[in-house]
């Protein structure tokens, strides 16, 4: 199962880019785990010498072998740990990407929680598979071997008895346990999805309680379900773990003794002794064997999850990196298409540039699906969106970002001040273009404050105030006047409509508001599609 598991990070197309950098390290770590192994299987050596010549040359020899091994340990350790980290830090980076290039639908898909288990949990996960399992291969291999080599030399092949043990052990915890988790692990998921349940009603409850001054019931159905984990729990502790932790235990150092002893006690001392240590050192790896696996189990499960979100398709990023002046931007023969539901087909648009067009429809109708579209955000099924006679899959990323802005609905601010978030957008501008550009957007504020204190319709008009800072040639606003007033609304039409002549701007804004869209140079009403494809 271990090699399996590193062999998928070396050869999986999407884990492999950050685990090759990190393989060299590995094979050297492992190098110096497996010389560790060695220096203290030579300590014990030294011991066993010691017993039939008590003189300080063996003892001097076996502590120098004990901190040679302890050295090279360390040395390994730390190699490991270096290579985890860059691999880590490489996975992450990789991740990130390709979330920022997801389309938007996929994106809306995955839910923050999942995002945040990918980059940052299931990375995590990968430690042990990456860190310790190479130096672990060392120690269920090597070690084990040099040992047997060592007895069989020592007492012959009656030495092989001593293995019974460990392999019983082994044998355990590679069929019995995966099998028990597998039966079990499911009702023990179950109990504690049904802990969290409880937990969120008991949450509610208490605000039930505020208005109505009950929550008894959440805080019953709460409390039986906590007691039947724990319940669960100490049974299965009581019944199963600990009795298999004592059996195991008893079988692997015990009986691991006394076959040792039985083959070896008609030979002299020095070679019962070698006998009774290297017979431990053998069977000492099976130990960590349980805990090892479950660690495996887990990393297998976060590869898995990892790579499959790696493969998720990304948006398309073409090698144009320069375009003629024509900043012609329209929809040409366009399908898009949401979980199976026609969002719009066949759709032909071209906005007029030095204007505003406004698009209109009921709620639901794919309004921002249509504007994420023609951000590049999402991706037509059928048709193309271009600008300046080209399309936009063809525009190298950072050209398409610097040519087209996208500010989405919602006051989304960066933890920082308002200068700040503004100089995101434009770099090289001065405090008092900064302000200009919030009094057009309708908000007079000081730059230095905390974004994040501002209130939803003063973060709104933060990120509006980045439509005239931009140098971008179209401009996509996703319900702008969602959070003003009719008063605030028509001064920013009026900025927008300026904006759009003065600067020679494409813009194009969605909205509810069919007085606001009246106002518009252009509109652009969608219908529902129904089933068939047609507009309803």
Not at 34 to 57: D, H, I, K, R
Not at 499 to 525: F, P, S, W, Y
């Amino acid at each position: 199962m271990s090699d399996l598991s590193l062999g998928r990070l070396m050869i999986d197309p999407s884990l492999a880019p950050a685990f090759r950098p990190a393989l060299p390290q590995l094979l050297a770590g492992t190098l110096a785990a497996v010389f560790s192994g060695l220096a203290m299987l030579a300590a014990l050596w030294c011991m066993v010498q010691l017993v039939g010549n008590l003189t300080s040359y063996w003892v001097i020899l076996s502590v120098g072998c004990w901190l040679t091994g302890a050295a090279l340990a360390a040395l390994a350790s730390w190699i490991v740990h270096y290579a985890e980290a860059g691999f880590s830090a490489r996975l992450r980076r990789q991740v990130a990407h390709h979330i920022t290039r997801l389309p938007a639908t996929t994106l809306s898909k995955q839910g923050d929680q999942t995002l945040k288990r990918l980059v940052s949990d299931d990375i995590a996960t990968l430690h042990y598979m990456v860190a310790h399992l190479p130096s672990e291969i060392a120690i269920f291999a090597v070690i084990p071997l040099v040992s047997i080599f060592l007895l069989m030399i020592l007492v012959g092949p009656v030495a092989l008895w001593v293995l019974l043990p460990g392999a019983i052990a082994s044998l355990y915890y590679l069929i019995i346990v995966p099998h028990v988790s597998k039966r079990d692990g499911a009702a023990r998921m179950q109990v504690m999805l049904d802990i969290i349940a409880a937990a969120d009603d008991y949450a509610r409850g208490i605000r039930d309680n505020r208005i109505y001054g009950q929550q008894s019931g959440a805080l019953s159905s709460y409390t039986q379900s906590t007691q039947h984990f724990t319940k669960n729990m100490v049974s299965w502790v009581s019944k199963v773990a600990t009795l298999a932790a004592i059996a195991v235990a008893l079988l692997q150092a015990v009986a691991t003794f006394a076959i040792a002893y039985f083959v070896a006690y008609q030979y002299d001392t020095m070679t019962l002794a070698a006998t009774l240590f290297f017979s431990l050192a053998i069977v000492t790896p099976s130990l960590r064997l349980g805990h090892g696996l479950d660690y495996v189990a887990a990393g297998r499960a976060a590869a898995s999850r990892l790579s499959a979100f790696l493969k998720e398709p990304i948006l398309t990023s073409g090698h144009i990196q320069q375009l003629e002046t024509d900043s012609a931007f329209e929809i040409v023969d366009a399908s898009f298409v949401i979980d199976g539901q026609c969002v719009f087909d066949q759709l032909n648009y071209s906005f007029p540039n030095q204007s505003i067009t406004a698009i209109t429809g009921p709620s639901g109708v794919g309004k921002t699906s249509l504007l994420k579209v023609l951000a590049g955000l999402d991706v037509l099924q059928k048709g193309r969106v271009q600008f300046a006679k080209t399309d936009l899959s063809q525009l190298n990323e950072k050209l398409r970002h610097q040519q087209i802005l996208f500010i989405p609905q919602g006051g989304d601010v960066l933890p920082a001040t308002v200068k700040e978030n503004l100089a995101l957008s434009a770099v090289n501008a001065d405090d008092q273009q900064l302000e200009q550009a919030l009094l057009k957007a309708q908000l007079k504020i000081d730059l230095n404050t905390d974004a994040t204190l501002l209130s939803g319709g003063e973060k709104q008009r933060v990120g509006i105030a980045r439509a005239f800072l931009t140098n971008a040639s179209v401009i996509l606003l996703d319900e702008p006047t969602s959070a003003l007033d009719q008063a605030n609304s028509t001064k920013l039409m009026q900025q927008l409509q300026d904006l759009a002549k003065q600067k020679n701007k494409t813009i194009v804004m969605v909205t509810h508001d069919l007085a606001l869209a009246a106002e518009a140079d252009a509109r652009l009403a969608l219908d529902v599609i129904s089933d068939s494809g047609r507009s309803l």
